[in-house]
Protein backbone atom coordinates (compact mmCIF):
# COMPACT_ATOMS: atom_id res chain seq x y z
CA UNK A 1 0.00 0.00 0.00
CA UNK A 2 0.96 3.85 -1.03
CA UNK A 3 0.30 5.29 2.30
CA UNK A 4 0.88 9.42 2.52
CA UNK A 5 1.83 11.17 5.59
CA UNK A 6 1.52 14.92 5.62
CA UNK A 7 2.32 16.59 8.36
CA UNK A 8 1.23 20.77 9.76
CA UNK A 9 0.12 22.58 12.03
CA UNK A 10 -3.33 22.78 10.57
CA UNK A 11 -3.88 26.39 12.18
CA UNK A 12 -6.16 26.17 10.40
CA UNK A 13 -6.20 23.68 7.65
CA UNK A 14 -7.19 25.61 4.38
CA UNK A 15 -7.99 24.65 0.70
CA UNK A 16 -4.12 24.39 0.00
CA UNK A 17 -3.64 21.68 1.58
CA UNK A 18 -6.55 19.79 0.98
CA UNK A 19 -5.85 20.48 -3.07
CA UNK A 20 -2.07 19.33 -2.57
CA UNK A 21 -3.20 16.39 -0.81
CA UNK A 22 -5.24 15.41 -3.91
CA UNK A 23 -2.47 16.55 -6.36
CA UNK A 24 0.00 14.33 -4.48
CA UNK A 25 -2.61 11.52 -4.16
CA UNK A 26 -3.16 11.24 -8.34
CA UNK A 27 0.36 11.73 -9.23
CA UNK A 28 1.40 9.60 -6.97
CA UNK A 29 -1.51 6.76 -7.05
CA UNK A 30 -1.42 6.42 -3.74
CA UNK A 31 -3.97 4.22 -1.49
CA UNK A 32 -4.35 6.52 1.55
CA UNK A 33 -3.07 9.89 2.74
CA UNK A 34 -3.04 10.07 6.81
CA UNK A 35 -3.26 14.06 7.48
CA UNK A 36 -1.39 14.64 11.29
CA UNK A 37 -1.45 17.71 13.16
CA UNK A 38 2.16 18.68 14.88
CA UNK A 39 1.55 19.11 18.77
CA UNK A 40 3.99 22.12 18.74
CA UNK A 41 5.57 22.74 15.73
CA UNK A 42 9.67 22.54 16.01
CA UNK A 43 10.41 25.28 13.81
CA UNK A 44 8.12 28.20 14.88
CA UNK A 45 5.99 28.67 17.94
CA UNK A 46 2.09 29.23 17.99
CA UNK A 47 1.19 32.56 17.48
CA UNK A 48 -1.07 34.40 20.23
CA UNK A 49 -4.92 33.68 20.41
CA UNK A 50 -4.10 30.14 18.60
CA UNK A 51 -6.49 27.15 18.34
CA UNK A 52 -5.56 24.37 21.11
CA UNK A 53 -4.27 21.47 19.82
CA UNK A 54 -7.81 19.37 20.13
CA UNK A 55 -9.33 21.86 18.17
CA UNK A 56 -6.75 21.63 14.81
CA UNK A 57 -7.20 18.33 15.47
CA UNK A 58 -11.09 18.67 14.51
CA UNK A 59 -10.53 20.88 11.70
CA UNK A 60 -7.93 18.77 10.41
CA UNK A 61 -10.81 16.34 10.70
CA UNK A 62 -13.38 18.53 9.06
CA UNK A 63 -10.88 19.85 6.33
CA UNK A 64 -10.02 15.83 5.61
CA UNK A 65 -13.24 14.81 4.60
CA UNK A 66 -13.22 16.58 1.33
CA UNK A 67 -10.17 14.59 0.16
CA UNK A 68 -10.92 11.09 -0.52
CA UNK A 69 -9.13 8.52 1.03
CA UNK A 70 -7.93 10.78 4.23
CA UNK A 71 -7.77 10.62 7.30
CA UNK A 72 -6.45 11.95 9.99
CA UNK A 73 -3.30 10.83 13.33
CA UNK A 74 -3.96 12.43 16.22
CA UNK A 75 0.01 10.16 16.97
CA UNK A 76 1.87 13.52 17.34
CA UNK A 77 -0.70 15.77 19.12
CA UNK A 78 -0.86 12.84 21.93
CA UNK A 79 2.81 12.60 21.72
CA UNK A 80 2.47 15.98 23.08
CA UNK A 81 5.58 18.51 22.83
CA UNK A 82 8.07 18.91 20.48
CA UNK A 83 7.41 16.15 18.03
CA UNK A 84 10.23 15.26 15.24
CA UNK A 85 8.98 13.68 11.88
CA UNK A 86 12.19 11.30 11.60
CA UNK A 87 10.24 9.92 14.94
CA UNK A 88 6.78 10.04 13.54
CA UNK A 89 7.83 8.42 10.45
CA UNK A 90 9.65 5.55 12.51
CA UNK A 91 6.23 4.97 14.03
CA UNK A 92 4.24 4.82 11.10
CA UNK A 93 6.86 2.66 9.49
CA UNK A 94 6.31 -0.27 13.09
CA UNK A 95 2.30 0.63 12.46
CA UNK A 96 2.24 -0.19 8.60
CA UNK A 97 5.35 -2.32 7.69
CA UNK A 98 4.45 -3.05 4.86
CA UNK A 99 3.36 -0.04 3.31
CA UNK A 100 5.58 2.41 1.42
CA UNK A 101 5.72 5.52 2.64
CA UNK A 102 5.68 9.24 1.53
CA UNK A 103 6.03 11.97 2.58
CA UNK A 104 4.11 14.99 1.87
CA UNK A 105 5.65 18.91 1.96
CA UNK A 106 5.29 22.22 0.62
CA UNK A 107 8.15 24.25 -1.28
CA UNK A 108 9.50 25.70 1.69
CA UNK A 109 9.17 23.21 4.03
CA UNK A 110 11.52 20.99 1.47
CA UNK A 111 13.79 25.04 1.59
CA UNK A 112 14.39 24.07 5.17
CA UNK A 113 14.68 20.18 5.17
CA UNK A 114 18.18 21.04 5.92
CA UNK A 115 17.43 22.13 9.36
CA UNK A 116 15.39 19.53 10.29
CA UNK A 117 15.86 16.88 13.05
CA UNK A 118 18.11 13.55 11.27
CA UNK A 119 16.98 14.31 7.87
CA UNK A 120 19.19 11.23 6.25
CA UNK A 121 16.67 8.95 8.67
CA UNK A 122 14.03 10.84 7.05
CA UNK A 123 14.67 10.23 3.43
CA UNK A 124 15.41 6.36 4.34
CA UNK A 125 12.09 5.91 5.84
CA UNK A 126 9.69 7.83 3.43
CA UNK A 127 10.32 9.38 -0.03
CA UNK A 128 9.53 12.63 -0.29
CA UNK A 129 6.46 13.92 -2.54
CA UNK A 130 6.96 17.50 -2.41
CA UNK A 131 4.58 20.02 -4.15
CA UNK A 132 3.92 23.90 -5.34
CA UNK A 133 2.80 26.09 -3.21
CA UNK A 134 3.82 29.45 -4.59
CA UNK A 135 3.24 30.69 -8.80
CA UNK A 136 7.00 30.14 -10.26
CA UNK A 137 8.43 28.06 -7.42
CA UNK A 138 8.82 24.89 -9.92
CA UNK A 139 12.79 25.11 -10.92
CA UNK A 140 13.35 26.11 -7.64
CA UNK A 141 11.90 23.09 -5.89
CA UNK A 142 13.22 21.10 -8.51
CA UNK A 143 16.82 22.37 -8.42
CA UNK A 144 16.21 21.48 -4.44
CA UNK A 145 15.23 18.05 -4.73
CA UNK A 146 18.24 17.35 -6.64
CA UNK A 147 20.32 18.70 -3.72
CA UNK A 148 18.36 16.62 -0.88
CA UNK A 149 18.46 13.34 -2.79
CA UNK A 150 22.64 14.17 -3.22
CA UNK A 151 23.16 15.38 0.54
CA UNK A 152 20.72 12.85 2.47
CA UNK A 153 20.08 10.37 -0.16
CA UNK A 154 16.33 7.94 -1.07
CA UNK A 155 14.04 9.91 -3.79
CA UNK A 156 12.41 13.34 -3.96
CA UNK A 157 9.37 13.21 -6.10
CA UNK A 158 8.28 16.60 -7.32
CA UNK A 159 4.88 17.50 -7.86
CA UNK A 160 3.59 19.49 -10.80
CA UNK A 161 0.60 20.91 -9.19
CA UNK A 162 -1.54 23.59 -9.94
CA UNK A 163 -0.99 25.77 -6.69
CA UNK A 164 -3.46 26.95 -4.31
CA UNK A 165 -1.36 30.51 -3.12
CA UNK A 166 -2.83 30.49 0.27
CA UNK A 167 -1.34 30.13 4.07
CA UNK A 168 -3.09 29.50 7.60
CA UNK A 169 -1.22 32.87 8.27
CA UNK A 170 -3.49 34.54 6.01
CA UNK A 171 -6.58 32.92 7.72
CA UNK A 172 -5.74 33.74 10.61
CA UNK A 173 -5.64 37.30 9.97
CA UNK A 174 -9.08 37.38 8.76
CA UNK A 175 -9.11 35.57 5.14
CA UNK A 176 -11.16 32.88 5.21
CA UNK A 177 -11.87 32.52 1.32
CA UNK A 178 -9.90 29.07 1.59
CA UNK A 179 -11.53 27.50 4.08
CA UNK A 180 -14.16 25.15 3.52
CA UNK A 181 -17.62 25.88 5.16
CA UNK A 182 -17.23 23.35 7.89
CA UNK A 183 -13.49 24.54 8.43
CA UNK A 184 -15.26 28.33 8.72
CA UNK A 185 -17.67 27.28 10.47
CA UNK A 186 -15.66 25.91 13.40
CA UNK A 187 -13.71 28.84 12.92
CA UNK A 188 -16.40 31.07 13.78
CA UNK A 189 -18.12 29.29 16.33
CA UNK A 190 -15.41 28.51 18.18
CA UNK A 191 -14.36 32.40 18.29
CA UNK A 192 -10.87 31.11 16.87
CA UNK A 193 -8.22 34.17 15.89
CA UNK A 194 -10.19 37.05 16.51
CA UNK A 195 -7.97 39.89 16.60
CA UNK A 196 -8.89 40.69 20.11
CA UNK A 197 -6.61 44.07 20.26
CA UNK A 198 -8.83 45.07 17.34
CA UNK A 199 -12.15 44.40 18.73
CA UNK A 200 -11.23 46.02 22.12
CA UNK A 201 -10.26 49.47 20.20
CA UNK A 202 -13.26 49.51 18.48
CA UNK A 203 -15.64 48.58 21.55
CA UNK A 204 -13.35 51.44 23.30
CA UNK A 205 -14.68 53.87 20.54
CA UNK A 206 -18.01 53.36 21.27
CA UNK A 207 -17.83 53.43 25.31
CA UNK A 208 -17.50 55.86 27.62
CA UNK A 209 -14.15 55.87 29.74
CA UNK A 210 -16.41 54.21 32.84
CA UNK A 211 -18.32 51.81 31.09
CA UNK A 212 -15.29 50.44 29.09
CA UNK A 213 -13.60 49.77 32.25
CA UNK A 214 -17.38 48.06 33.42
CA UNK A 215 -16.52 46.18 29.88
CA UNK A 216 -13.03 44.41 30.44
CA UNK A 217 -14.33 43.82 34.03
CA UNK A 218 -16.38 41.36 32.65
CA UNK A 219 -14.32 40.11 30.20
CA UNK A 220 -12.02 39.19 32.91
CA UNK A 221 -14.50 37.63 35.01
CA UNK A 222 -16.08 35.74 32.66
CA UNK A 223 -13.00 34.39 31.26
CA UNK A 224 -12.07 33.51 34.75
CA UNK A 225 -15.62 32.10 35.43
CA UNK A 226 -15.21 30.17 32.00
CA UNK A 227 -12.24 28.51 32.81
CA UNK A 228 -14.22 27.55 35.93
CA UNK A 229 -16.82 25.55 34.29
CA UNK A 230 -15.38 24.50 30.78
CA UNK A 231 -16.83 27.06 28.67
CA UNK A 232 -13.73 28.34 25.79
CA UNK A 233 -12.31 31.73 27.15
CA UNK A 234 -12.11 33.07 23.44
CA UNK A 235 -16.07 32.83 23.03
CA UNK A 236 -16.33 34.27 27.22
CA UNK A 237 -13.98 36.89 26.01
CA UNK A 238 -15.87 37.88 22.67
CA UNK A 239 -19.42 38.26 24.35
CA UNK A 240 -18.03 39.85 27.50
CA UNK A 241 -16.62 42.80 24.93
CA UNK A 242 -19.46 43.16 23.28
CA UNK A 243 -22.17 42.74 25.93
CA UNK A 244 -22.35 47.00 26.08
CA UNK A 245 -21.43 47.75 22.68
CA UNK A 246 -24.49 49.62 22.11
CA UNK A 247 -25.72 50.82 25.08
CA UNK A 248 -24.71 54.84 24.97
CA UNK A 249 -26.14 54.82 21.77
CA UNK A 250 -28.94 56.75 21.00
CA UNK A 251 -32.21 54.85 21.42
CA UNK A 252 -33.67 56.06 17.75
CA UNK A 253 -30.04 54.54 16.44
CA UNK A 254 -30.89 51.15 18.38
CA UNK A 255 -34.09 51.12 16.93
CA UNK A 256 -32.73 51.89 13.55
CA UNK A 257 -30.40 49.07 14.03
CA UNK A 258 -32.81 46.76 15.18
CA UNK A 259 -34.96 47.17 12.54
CA UNK A 260 -31.96 47.46 10.05
CA UNK A 261 -30.86 44.15 10.85
CA UNK A 262 -34.87 42.33 11.56
CA UNK A 263 -34.63 42.47 15.31
CA UNK A 264 -38.32 41.54 16.74
CA UNK A 265 -38.28 43.13 20.41
CA UNK A 266 -41.31 43.54 22.33
CA UNK A 267 -40.78 45.45 24.94
CA UNK A 268 -43.64 48.19 26.77
CA UNK A 269 -42.04 51.28 27.18
CA UNK A 270 -40.89 50.86 30.67
CA UNK A 271 -38.54 48.11 29.51
CA UNK A 272 -37.74 49.25 26.14
CA UNK A 273 -34.53 51.69 27.71
CA UNK A 274 -33.58 50.04 29.80
CA UNK A 275 -33.27 46.71 27.85
CA UNK A 276 -33.24 47.47 24.05
CA UNK A 277 -29.09 47.53 24.35
CA UNK A 278 -28.64 44.23 24.60
CA UNK A 279 -30.69 43.31 21.77
CA UNK A 280 -28.81 45.69 19.21
CA UNK A 281 -25.68 45.11 20.20
CA UNK A 282 -25.99 41.32 19.31
CA UNK A 283 -27.16 42.36 15.78
CA UNK A 284 -24.21 44.15 15.52
CA UNK A 285 -21.91 41.67 17.05
CA UNK A 286 -23.58 39.49 14.35
CA UNK A 287 -22.89 42.08 11.14
CA UNK A 288 -20.57 44.13 12.39
CA UNK A 289 -18.52 42.18 13.90
CA UNK A 290 -19.16 38.72 12.53
CA UNK A 291 -19.54 36.55 15.85
CA UNK A 292 -21.44 33.36 15.77
CA UNK A 293 -25.03 32.61 17.27
CA UNK A 294 -24.01 31.23 20.89
CA UNK A 295 -22.05 34.66 21.90
CA UNK A 296 -25.13 36.57 20.04
CA UNK A 297 -27.50 35.33 22.18
CA UNK A 298 -25.55 35.51 25.69
CA UNK A 299 -24.98 39.37 24.56
CA UNK A 300 -28.71 39.27 23.58
CA UNK A 301 -29.73 37.84 26.95
CA UNK A 302 -27.19 39.47 29.37
CA UNK A 303 -29.61 41.57 30.96
CA UNK A 304 -33.28 39.63 30.87
CA UNK A 305 -31.61 36.08 31.39
CA UNK A 306 -33.93 33.91 29.66
CA UNK A 307 -35.36 30.22 30.41
CA UNK A 308 -33.30 27.70 28.99
CA UNK A 309 -29.80 29.46 29.63
CA UNK A 310 -26.46 27.88 28.02
CA UNK A 311 -23.29 28.02 29.92
CA UNK A 312 -21.78 31.04 28.07
CA UNK A 313 -25.33 33.01 28.74
CA UNK A 314 -25.42 32.11 32.73
CA UNK A 315 -21.54 33.50 32.27
CA UNK A 316 -22.20 36.86 30.94
CA UNK A 317 -25.66 37.38 32.75
CA UNK A 318 -23.88 36.92 35.97
CA UNK A 319 -20.53 38.80 34.98
CA UNK A 320 -22.10 41.59 33.96
CA UNK A 321 -23.35 42.14 37.44
CA UNK A 322 -20.91 41.58 39.74
CA UNK A 323 -17.75 42.03 37.80
CA UNK A 324 -14.48 44.12 40.12
CA UNK A 325 -16.08 47.30 39.47
CA UNK A 326 -19.56 46.89 40.45
CA UNK A 327 -20.64 48.78 43.63
CA UNK A 328 -23.13 46.87 44.27
CA UNK A 329 -22.73 45.39 47.92
CA UNK A 330 -23.92 42.34 46.99
CA UNK A 331 -21.45 42.58 44.48
CA UNK A 332 -18.49 40.56 45.94
CA UNK A 333 -20.58 37.56 47.27
CA UNK A 334 -22.42 37.32 44.30
CA UNK A 335 -18.65 36.96 42.52
CA UNK A 336 -17.64 34.33 44.62
CA UNK A 337 -20.80 32.30 44.44
CA UNK A 338 -20.34 32.64 40.91
CA UNK A 339 -17.16 30.76 41.18
CA UNK A 340 -18.42 28.23 43.44
CA UNK A 341 -22.19 27.60 42.30
CA UNK A 342 -23.05 29.58 39.20
CA UNK A 343 -26.58 27.81 38.93
CA UNK A 344 -27.01 29.18 42.47
CA UNK A 345 -25.67 32.79 41.62
CA UNK A 346 -28.09 33.11 38.31
CA UNK A 347 -31.44 32.28 40.55
CA UNK A 348 -30.09 34.81 42.72
CA UNK A 349 -29.62 37.57 40.87
CA UNK A 350 -32.42 36.99 38.58
CA UNK A 351 -34.88 36.93 41.95
CA UNK A 352 -32.80 40.12 43.64
CA UNK A 353 -33.87 41.55 39.88
CA UNK A 354 -37.36 40.73 39.94
CA UNK A 355 -37.83 42.10 44.08
CA UNK A 356 -35.85 45.06 43.18
CA UNK A 357 -37.70 46.21 40.00
CA UNK A 358 -40.97 45.17 42.09
CA UNK A 359 -39.79 47.47 44.69
CA UNK A 360 -39.15 50.49 42.58
CA UNK A 361 -42.80 49.87 41.04
CA UNK A 362 -41.84 48.61 37.66
CA UNK A 363 -42.92 45.68 35.98
CA UNK A 364 -40.28 43.05 35.21
CA UNK A 365 -40.07 42.08 31.93
CA UNK A 366 -41.86 38.25 31.42
CA UNK A 367 -38.15 37.03 30.21
CA UNK A 368 -36.68 37.30 33.11
CA UNK A 369 -39.76 36.23 35.59
CA UNK A 370 -39.66 33.12 32.81
CA UNK A 371 -35.97 33.00 33.47
CA UNK A 372 -36.39 32.26 37.31
CA UNK A 373 -38.95 29.78 37.16
CA UNK A 374 -36.63 27.83 34.95
CA UNK A 375 -33.64 28.11 36.93
CA UNK A 376 -34.92 27.71 40.36
CA UNK A 377 -36.33 24.27 38.54
CA UNK A 378 -32.81 23.42 37.17
CA UNK A 379 -31.57 23.81 40.95
CA UNK A 380 -34.16 21.93 42.35
CA UNK A 381 -33.38 19.18 39.95
CA UNK A 382 -29.82 19.03 40.75
CA UNK A 383 -30.59 19.44 44.76
CA UNK A 384 -32.86 16.07 44.14
CA UNK A 385 -29.85 14.70 42.52
CA UNK A 386 -27.55 15.19 44.53
CA UNK A 387 -29.36 14.25 47.71
CA UNK A 388 -30.69 10.47 47.78
CA UNK A 389 -32.60 11.89 51.53
CA UNK A 390 -34.96 14.31 48.70
CA UNK A 391 -35.53 11.01 46.38
CA UNK A 392 -36.52 8.59 49.25
CA UNK A 393 -38.74 11.32 50.50
CA UNK A 394 -40.52 11.33 47.40
CA UNK A 395 -40.83 7.62 46.68
CA UNK A 396 -42.06 6.91 50.66
CA UNK A 397 -44.76 9.99 49.36
CA UNK A 398 -45.88 8.30 46.61
CA UNK A 399 -46.05 4.67 48.27
CA UNK A 400 -47.92 6.07 51.27
CA UNK A 401 -50.42 7.57 48.75
CA UNK A 402 -50.44 4.17 46.64
CA UNK A 403 -51.38 2.21 49.77
CA UNK A 404 -48.29 0.93 49.85
CA UNK A 405 -47.83 -1.71 53.47
CA UNK A 406 -44.77 -1.45 56.12
CA UNK A 407 -42.66 1.01 54.27
CA UNK A 408 -39.44 1.06 55.85
CA UNK A 409 -36.28 2.65 54.91
CA UNK A 410 -33.05 1.76 55.62
CA UNK A 411 -29.71 4.16 55.95
CA UNK A 412 -27.26 1.93 54.61
CA UNK A 413 -24.18 4.24 53.94
CA UNK A 414 -22.08 2.81 56.31
CA UNK A 415 -22.39 -0.74 55.41
CA UNK A 416 -22.10 -0.59 52.17
CA UNK A 417 -21.07 1.00 48.83
CA UNK A 418 -24.28 0.02 47.05
CA UNK A 419 -25.98 3.07 48.08
CA UNK A 420 -26.93 4.97 50.63
CA UNK A 421 -30.25 4.03 51.14
CA UNK A 422 -32.78 1.04 50.69
CA UNK A 423 -36.86 2.08 50.73
CA UNK A 424 -38.37 -1.58 51.35
CA UNK A 425 -42.25 -1.95 51.09
CA UNK A 426 -45.37 -4.13 50.53
CA UNK A 427 -47.88 -4.41 47.59
CA UNK A 428 -50.85 -6.58 47.67
CA UNK A 429 -50.66 -8.34 44.56
CA UNK A 430 -48.67 -7.91 41.10
CA UNK A 431 -50.56 -5.34 39.39
CA UNK A 432 -50.17 -3.51 43.34
CA UNK A 433 -46.22 -3.66 42.55
CA UNK A 434 -46.39 -2.47 39.23
CA UNK A 435 -49.20 0.69 40.15
CA UNK A 436 -46.54 1.70 42.97
CA UNK A 437 -43.71 1.41 40.87
CA UNK A 438 -45.29 3.66 38.38
CA UNK A 439 -45.84 5.95 40.64
CA UNK A 440 -42.65 6.50 42.29
CA UNK A 441 -41.16 6.84 38.89
CA UNK A 442 -43.59 9.50 37.93
CA UNK A 443 -43.38 11.34 41.07
CA UNK A 444 -39.87 11.22 40.73
CA UNK A 445 -39.43 12.27 37.17
CA UNK A 446 -41.47 15.03 37.76
CA UNK A 447 -38.52 16.30 40.06
CA UNK A 448 -36.42 15.78 37.26
CA UNK A 449 -35.34 12.05 38.71
CA UNK A 450 -34.69 9.27 36.55
CA UNK A 451 -34.26 5.51 37.25
CA UNK A 452 -30.33 3.74 36.38
CA UNK A 453 -32.48 0.82 36.16
CA UNK A 454 -35.76 -1.01 37.11
CA UNK A 455 -35.61 -4.85 37.22
CA UNK A 456 -37.79 -7.59 37.97
CA UNK A 457 -41.43 -5.84 36.65
CA UNK A 458 -43.31 -8.76 36.20
CA UNK A 459 -42.38 -10.41 39.44
CA UNK A 460 -42.74 -10.60 43.01
CA UNK A 461 -39.61 -8.00 43.63
CA UNK A 462 -39.40 -4.76 41.58
CA UNK A 463 -35.83 -2.89 42.53
CA UNK A 464 -35.90 0.05 41.49
CA UNK A 465 -31.89 1.79 41.54
CA UNK A 466 -31.47 5.13 41.66
CA UNK A 467 -28.06 5.71 42.63
CA UNK A 468 -27.78 6.73 46.26
CA UNK A 469 -31.40 5.06 47.14
CA UNK A 470 -32.66 1.86 46.18
CA UNK A 471 -36.22 1.33 46.57
CA UNK A 472 -37.79 -2.30 46.64
CA UNK A 473 -41.06 -3.40 46.43
CA UNK A 474 -42.24 -7.25 47.09
CA UNK A 475 -44.86 -9.06 47.42
CA UNK A 476 -45.55 -10.23 51.29
CA UNK A 477 -44.23 -13.72 50.81
CA UNK A 478 -41.15 -12.38 48.67
CA UNK A 479 -40.38 -10.06 51.58
CA UNK A 480 -40.20 -12.50 53.92
CA UNK A 481 -38.05 -14.84 51.81
CA UNK A 482 -35.39 -12.35 51.06
CA UNK A 483 -35.85 -10.95 54.25
CA UNK A 484 -33.48 -7.26 53.56
CA UNK A 485 -34.24 -5.83 57.11
CA UNK A 486 -32.43 -8.95 58.59
CA UNK A 487 -29.27 -8.78 55.85
CA UNK A 488 -29.15 -5.36 56.96
CA UNK A 489 -29.88 -5.43 60.46
CA UNK A 490 -27.13 -3.01 61.17
CA UNK A 491 -28.54 -0.38 59.57
CA UNK A 492 -30.34 2.13 61.02
CA UNK A 493 -33.93 3.03 60.49
CA UNK A 494 -35.11 5.94 59.20
CA UNK A 495 -38.46 7.40 60.84
CA UNK A 496 -40.63 7.59 57.98
CA UNK A 497 -43.16 9.23 59.44
CA UNK A 498 -40.83 12.83 59.47
CA UNK A 499 -41.62 12.73 55.30
CA UNK A 500 -44.91 12.03 55.68
CA UNK A 501 -45.86 14.48 58.03
CA UNK A 502 -44.16 17.14 56.44
CA UNK A 503 -47.06 18.07 53.84
CA UNK A 504 -49.59 18.42 56.57
CA UNK A 505 -47.46 20.78 58.52
CA UNK A 506 -47.78 22.97 55.24
P1 LIG B 1 1.28 29.14 8.55
O1 LIG B 1 0.76 30.20 7.63
O2 LIG B 1 0.70 29.13 9.91
O3 LIG B 1 2.79 29.08 8.55
P2 LIG B 1 0.78 27.11 6.55
O4 LIG B 1 -0.36 27.62 5.75
O5 LIG B 1 2.14 27.22 5.96
O6 LIG B 1 0.77 27.73 7.99
P3 LIG B 1 1.20 24.51 7.74
O7 LIG B 1 0.19 23.80 8.52
O8 LIG B 1 2.33 25.11 8.48
O9 LIG B 1 0.43 25.62 6.86
O10 LIG B 1 1.77 23.63 6.56
C1 LIG B 1 1.70 22.24 6.51
C2 LIG B 1 2.15 21.79 5.18
O11 LIG B 1 1.26 22.27 4.18
C3 LIG B 1 3.55 22.27 4.76
O12 LIG B 1 4.20 21.23 4.11
C4 LIG B 1 3.24 23.39 3.79
O13 LIG B 1 4.25 23.55 2.83
C5 LIG B 1 1.96 22.92 3.15
N1 LIG B 1 1.10 24.02 2.70
C6 LIG B 1 0.66 25.05 3.40
N2 LIG B 1 -0.08 25.87 2.62
C7 LIG B 1 -0.10 25.36 1.41
C8 LIG B 1 -0.67 25.75 0.15
N3 LIG B 1 -1.35 26.87 0.01
N4 LIG B 1 -0.49 24.95 -0.92
C9 LIG B 1 0.23 23.82 -0.79
N5 LIG B 1 0.79 23.40 0.35
C10 LIG B 1 0.65 24.15 1.44
Not at 4 to 9: D, L, N
Request: aromatic share 6%.
Amino acid sequence: MKTGIFGGTFNPPHEGHAEAARAVMRALSLDRIIFVPTAQPPHKALPRFSATEEQRLCMTRLMAESVEGASVSDIEILRGGVNYTADTLSEFKKLYPEDELYLLMGTDMLLSFGAWKRPADICALASLAVFRREENDLEKIKAAAKETEKAYGGRVCVIENDPIVFSSTKARGGDRQMLSPAVEKYVSDHCLYVDTDALCESVKGRLSEKRYAHTLGVASLSCELARIYGEEENRAFCAAVLHDCAKEMPLSEQLSICEKYGVKQDYDEDNLKELIHADTAAALAKAEYNMCDDVCRAIKYHTTGNDEMTLLDKIIYVADACEENRKWDKAPALREQAKRDLDGAVVFLLDETVKRLEKNGKKPYYRTRTALCAAKDTERKKKMADEPVSIVKTAVKAADAKKASDITVLKVAAQTTLADYFVIMTGMTGVHLRALSEEIEKKLKEEGVTPHHIEGVTSSWILMDYGGAVINIFLQDAREMYALERLWGDAETVDINTFLSEDEEK
